[in-house]
């Protein structure tokens, strides 16, 4: 099976349209407002072009509202169920779920109308409080405990929306746990209330082992490989977990309170915000060496956005309340330093700006907060050239095709010639053999210039399933030189 089988046919747009400069520093372009004050969180699906608000002023009326983004207008909204938690978004984009608080169920809204529910009741007495997707989007994860703190993990199968089997677990869980799900793999880790890493195999349905971690694992960021995390724990500890191995495999002391993990693989780093002493840490993954420390006063955030494309972090901090810029970028002469504060207008301390989140190609963000309704639209700086996918569907079934749109756009003040291609990557993030499957193609922008084109990759007719595979394009100098990557996730087969 050559690449997975898959064929690639490509056909770009002869014509060239102008497109505005992307400009070189981070604005705010614009706003909205949604229904209640408190935004928990935002999904931003690729194949629509709406996002999805979820808020809880905390007086019984959470809620969820589908925004359009060109119009900045609220085109759908629904009340949701009570908890302090987001909605989480299928990897198909299909269904939003929120879990039940008050009583052992999750609710799921559908994202072409959020205002069309189902609560499914889980065989399972307690609460729920969070909420995961498996990579395939075929099941979701409740994780709850009951009235003793015993703590459970419920599956629920998201075709029928109907309940699985449920898993007791061997240990007691926090309030709010830590618990994440691979992106790539069937695996989930949960963090337990004698400090430790429960990792689940989901496949199986069982823990598959408990691995002590120490202090209180707060976040955890999964590698491309899907199997192996970087996890922040209170008071100083960042850590990386081989699920694999069932072991600790690195251990750094960080700054107080440390968040939010970032991991930027393309520049081996490791980057967490420690509310507790105001800094961003820059750890090299590798040497276990800290790049750098940077002082951003004011931050009070629990995930931290990066700008992969131009090595920027967007930090938010309250008093004043404002969006700190960060470099990141180890090749940058302003390494480790803030080179950016953009001000929220209206906001004279009180907003409490918590989280920005940003587009999957990176051109906006949506600065959310806990004390207004208003929420903040960014104008994002764009790399030199820049590429865009679009996909129409995410699952593919034998002898069809994934089709998506491919958008190649001159963001500099020069005309360029790059090339562009694509290749499939296997679940543990490398490449199927034999090269891209389509490319690399050369294309030739003028200023501002901007092509289009659409990408059929048709699958076999024997193709067995495998997945959540990731498709990803990549613009500049075949095949070292590049400038911009942009990817989604898909499953292939029956």
Known sequence: ????????????????????????????????????????????????????????????????????????????????????????????????????????????????????????????????????????????????????GNAWLAAIDTTSLTPGPVLMLPRRVFFQPLFVVSPTAPVALVATLDSSIMIVDLAAFRVAVVVPFGGTPYAATFRSDGRSAWISSFPNTLGLLDSTAGTVVQTLTTGAGPGGVVVDETQGFVIVPCSGDQTIEVWDAASGMRRARIPVPGIAVAKMPLLRDVGLALVTARNPDVVHVVDVSAASPTFGTVIQTVPLPGCTGTCMPSTVVVDADETRGYVLSANRTQVDVLSLPRPPVSIAL?????????????????????????????????????????????????????VTLSVGAERRGTVQLNVGPGSRRLGPLTLRARVGGYPGAVIDTSTFLFVLGP
Request: hydrophobic share 40%; with cysteine.
């Open 390 to 442: 679009s996909p129409s569907a995410f699952n593919v079934s034998p002898g069809s095709a994934l089709t998506f749109d491919v958008a190649v756009r001159n963001n500099s003040t020069l005309s360029r010639t790059v090339d562009a291609w694509f290749d499939v990557l296997r679940t543990n993030g490398t490449p199927f053999p034999g090269g891209p499957v389509r490319g690399p193609r050369s």
């Open 1 to 148: 099976m050559r690449n997975g089988g898959i064929v690639a046919l490509v056909a770009f747009c002869s014509g060239l349209t102008a497109a505005p400069h992307a400009g070189a520093q981070v604005t705010v372009q614009s706003s909205f407002n949604v229904t209640n004050s408190d935004q928990l969180g935002m999904s931003i699906p690729r194949s629509t072009n709406r996002g999805f608000v979820t808020s809880d002023p905390g007086f019984g009326f959470p809620r969820i509202d589908a925004v359009d983004l060109a119009s900045r207008t609220i085109v759908q909204g629904a009340q949701t169920e009570g908890g302090r938690s987001a909605t989480v978004i299928s990897p198909d984009e299909r269904l939003l779920a929120k879990p039940v608080w008050s009583s052992a169920s999750v609710v799921f809204h559908r994202t072409d109308d959020v205002r069309q529910r189902t609560e499914v009741p889980l065989p399972v007495p307690g609460t729920v409080y969070a909420v995961q997707f498996a990579p395939d989007g075929r099941m979701a994860y409740a994780l709850g405990f009951d009235a003793t």
